[in-house]
């Protein structure tokens, strides 16, 4: 017995569908794709009215374990993804202890076979102890099964311990992602330079912050080959310096988060470190120039830099507080809101950006509805309404901006390799 969804929108930019069809699940794997399907023997779930797109694929997540088990955990992050039609997720390596060496990240990855709900692909650190001095062993990392690795939460200062591994990882094959910050320029910094920030009379974070490191990155990233992803890019000129970067034949792509395109630092209410994240939000025309990006193909990807903290923690005065948002439950229906409903991206480019283009970018076998493929799979109504209500997460961290925003698109079921692991019974 299978399970067949029909009368849904197939979104699929594997195979360029966008239509009315059924899709028959057998076991793990994608059995058929087309009109009319027989219902057989199969579980029917009837998904009229809704989008049916493959399961959504975030490269940028923070799950905390080991270590901050307080504020997530592979369990409780693997379930907050499957609440927001997220199948696939690749957790950063900035844990207690750091995810450094073939002994952590095989840790890891038991744990996530035991607690798991969906894909997890563990990112592994550019140097050991995340300190910028040494890199790790990154070619018997990728023998282990690391397909990644990022210095997420800093950047190595150190350009030739950097160059060092991209050189390491271009040979191997393995992608580096990329947090740009000059952490000599941040000062102490907890939102963007601006009125803002001088208003609520806290040190402010320059463009420049960004843009010295994405600039220097992607130097490296030509003088060695390797492939780089650039994390939570939030300014005109990290876009401007992919999209050169793109016309000179690199293999550099970038990602926005759904807080940059919907939120810039006007809209900080007051002194609220729930929009305290790392890049800050910053202006108005930067948010502009993230969205540009987006529509028109410089920016392949959104992700969530889905950062939990505790509500003590988030309760502190920007100043003190630590920099981080929740994204994993709300990515979908923000990008769906901000961006489809606007008329910035058509739907078939939201699924591009949220599932099909992470996939290819990062090389795995996911982000496409083809026959004979993993059974990853979101649908989602795209007319349903909803207030987003922080007390309604799984995740544990409930730390988001976004709590009381009316938004459409909501997530139905969640297949992750064929099983149903996620389904709105609310």
């Known amino acids: 017995m299978g399970i067949l969804i029909k009368n849904g929108r197939v979104i699929d930019p594997a195979s360029g569908r966008d239509g009315i069809y059924d899709v028959l699940i057998s076991g793990d794997i994608i059995a058929d794709v087309g009109k009319d399907i027989p219902d057989g023997s199969n579980d029917v779930i009837d998904a009229a009215g809704c989008f049916v797109m493959p399961g959504l694929v975030d490269l940028h997540v923070h799950f905390r374990e080991p270590g901050f088990e307080y504020k997530e955990t592979v369990k409780t992050g693997t379930m907050a993804a499957a609440h927001g039609g997220v199948t696939s997720v690749f957790p950063m390596p900035n844990t207690r202890p750091v995810i450094d060496s073939v002994e952590m990240f095989s840790a890891v990855n038991e744990i996530v076979s035991k607690d798991a709900v969906v894909n997890v692909f563990q990112v592994a650190a550019v140097t050991m102890g995340q300190n910028g ?215 078939m480019q939201m699924v591009e950006k949220m599932s099909y283009n992470p996939a290819r970018i990062a090389g795995i076998d996911r982000g496409t509805l083809l026959p004979g493929r993993k059974a990853d799979i979101t649908v989602m109504n795209p007319d349903k309404e909803f207030i987003i209500d922080r007390n309604a997460f799984v995740s544990k961290g409930k730390n988001t901006p976004f709590d009381g925003r009316k938004v459409k698109g909501v997530v139905e079921y969640t297949f992750a390799d064929g099983r149903i692991v996620y389904q709105n019974r609310r």
């Open 133 to 347: 001095e040494k890199p790790t062993d990154i070619e018997a990392l990728k023998a282990a099964g690391c397909i990644a690795v990022s210095e997420d939460g800093k950047s190595v200062m150190n350009s030739n311990v950097y160059r060092e591994a991209m050189r390491t990882a271009a040979r191997c094959g393995v992608i580096v992602m990329a947090h740009c910050e000059d952490k000599n320029l941040v000062n102490g910094g907890a939102l963007n330079e601006s009125a803002k920030s001088r208003e609520l009379g806290v040190n402010g974070i320059t463009n420049a912050v960004e843009d010295i490191i994405a600039a220097r990155d992607i130097l490296l990233a030509k003088e060695t080959g390797c492939r780089l992803h650039l994390c939570h890019c939030s300014t005109a000129d990290s876009v401007r310096m992919i999209a050169q970067a793109k016309k000179d034949g690199l293999k550099v792509s970038g990602e926005v988060c759904p807080h940059h395109f919907t939120l810039c630092d006007e809209d900080i209410p007051s002194d609220n470190a729930d929009y305290k994240m790392n890049p800050p939000l910053r202006s108005r025309a930067d948010m502009e120039a993230l969205r540009e990006g987006l529509r028109n193909g410089t920016i392949e990807v959104i992700s969530t830099d889905h950062a939990p903290h505790s509500a003590e923690e988030k309760a502190l005065p920007i100043a003190k507080a630590p920099f981080g948002i929740t994204g994993l439950e709300t990515s979908l229906c923000l990008t769906y809101t901000e961006l489809v409903l606007t008329g910035i991206l058509t739907p």
